[in-house]
Each structure stands twice: as structure tokens, then as C-alpha cells.
């Protein structure tokens, strides 16, 4: 069966920094483009970063010049190192990506359980 596993969540001051992980487990054909979400309370889940396979890269504006996202397409893995965060980064962010589980099928988007990040002031 086909996981995303998020890691690297926590609490950290004002200013600090992260690493969140997200890991596609089980058996696949092929992965593309993965993206990190995140939501607060209340609110709809925004685009934080987004990766193709190729390495190409787009940010949330919030985000910009803080975060990086990363991908290692050996381990199916990808990365979002965060710098610099701010109380208004609290939140639960959410992984996803595009997988083919078998060469005949067709793209499904999947996405992790979340992993929670609060920034205290």
C-alpha cells in the first residue's frame, strides 16, 4: 500500500529552524511532482513549496527566501528545510505527490497524515 510518511515536525522558537521529511513507502511505478501544504484551524490548506521530478521549484510568497524544498528521487523523498520561522508558520503541513503504482496506470496525487510545526514568539 502506498504512504507518504511526514517527519520533522516539532516546536521551535522564533527564528529557528526545521527539516521536515516526507517518504513515499510501498510499491511504486513512478513518482512526479510533490508539494508541501500546510492548513491552520479553520482555514483551507495553502501551497507552501512545490518540486517537479526535475528539480524545479516554485514557493509560496509567505515563504520565499525562509524555506527550501529538496527532493531525493533515489529514496522517493523529498525535503523542506525551513529558516527564519515565524509564529504565523505555525501549523500542520501536509506532503503530497503525483504516483504512478504501476507502468499501465495512471497518476493518482496522494498525500501524508501531516506533521505539526508550532513557533512560539
Known amino acids: 500500500q502506498v504512504q507518504l510518511v511526514e517527519s520533522g515536525g516539532g516546536l521551535v522558537q522564533a527564528g529557528g529552524s526545521l527539516r521536515l521529511s516526507c517518504a513515499v513507502s510501498?510499491?511504486?511505478?513512478?513518482?512526479?511532482?510533490m508539494d508541501w501544504y500546510r492548513q491552520t484551524e479553520g482555514n483551507e490548506r495553502e501551497l507552501v513549496a512545490a518540486?517537479?521530478?526535475?528539480?524545479?521549484?516554485n514557493y509560496g510568497n509567505s515563504v520565499k527566501g525562509r524555506f527550501t524544498i529538496s527532493r531525493d528521487n533515489a529514496k522517493n523523498t523529498i525535503y523542506l528545510q525551513m529558516n527564519s520561522l515565524k509564529p504565523e508558520d505555525t501549523a500542520v503541513y501536509y506532503c503530497?505527490?503525483?504516483?504512478?503504482?504501476?507502468?499501465?496506470?495512471?497518476?493518482?496525487?496522494?498525500w501524508g497524515q501531516g506533521t505539526r510545526v508550532t513557533v512560539s514568539s
Open positions: 503530497n505527490a503525483r504516483i504512478k503504482e504501476h507502468s499501465d496506470s495512471r497518476y493518482v496525487l496522494f
Open positions: 510501498g510499491h511504486i511505478f513512478e513518482v512526479t511532482a
Open positions: 518540486i517537479t521530478y526535475g528539480g524545479n521549484t
